[in-house]
């Protein structure tokens, strides 16, 4: 069966520092795989997608992710950390079968000063 | 261009009492259609979602159902609310393998 692990529940990162939120997939075929951010209260907005070719792809608001295959990975990194970005991120595989996407648990990142 | 509507925003029904969760798409036809649930620090868990008109597929055995009258309304519902119903429900849609465009949400809370 399909299904999408974030091991990290939460994370804080200070200010400028780097970032990286783990994700690792399980699915059967060649996955479409998708970054989401919340902020509370409200629907989720796409940070980025990777559907085939370069494996590192960018997305909006600086962030960026590398499709490992042989890890099964879909890591989000950020070079330096804005307070903005405190929020919840989820992971997600896209899978064929009914078009579904299937969800991770989500991580919440905190940005302290 | 493309917009979807959820509403409520807030609800509280006490248990035992019906459920009606309206979801409508615009600038879109034939979309694919879902209803997540979200739980208080849990993810995104699927609820159902839809490939076209009266065309239903249930991920989860649960207390809840839905219903695709047209095009693009997807109607979440329960005929008698649960505690373990309360949460946050999101309805989406997309067209292809797409990203998922969200609605708003509905923060439903059962008491």
């Known amino acids: 069966a399909q299904s999408v692990t974030q091991p990290d529940i939460h994370i804080t990162v200070s200010e400028g520092a780097s970032l990286e939120l783990r994700c690792n997939y399980s699915y059967g075929a060649t996955p479409y795989l998708f970054w989401y951010v919340q902020s509370p209260g409200q629907g989720l907005q796409l940070l980025l997608k990777y559907f085939s070719g370069d494996t590192l792809v960018q997305g909006i608001k600086g962030f960026e992710a590398e499709f490992k295959r042989s890890q099964s990975s879909f890591n989000l990194r950020k070079p330096s950390v804005h307070w903005s970005d405190a929020a919840e991120y989820f992971c997600?595989?896209?899978?064929?079968?009914?078009?579904?996407?299937?969800f991770g648990a989500g991580t919440r990142l905190f940005v302290k000063a | 261009s493309q917009t979807i509507h959820q509403w409520p925003a807030t609800l509280v029904q006490p248990v035992g009492s019906p459920l009606s969760l309206e979801c409508t798409v615009e600038g879109t036809s034939n979309p694919n259609l879902y209803w997540y649930r979200q739980a208080a620090g849990r993810g995104l868990q699927l609820l159902f979602y839809?490939?076209?008109?009266?065309?239903i597929s249930s991920e989860v055995p649960q207390n809840l159902s839905a219903s695709r009258p047209q095009d693009r309304q997807f109607i979440l519902s329960s005929k008698k609310l649960l505690l373990s119903d309360s949460g946050f429900y999101l309805c989406?849609?997309?067209?292809?393998?797409?990203?998922?465009?969200f609605g708003s949400g509905t923060q439903l809370s059962v008491l």
């Open positions: 839809s490939v076209g008109i009266g065309q």
């Open positions: 997600a595989v896209g899978v064929r079968e009914g078009f579904k996407t299937i």
């Open positions: 989406a849609w997309r067209t292809g393998n797409e990203k998922l465009f």
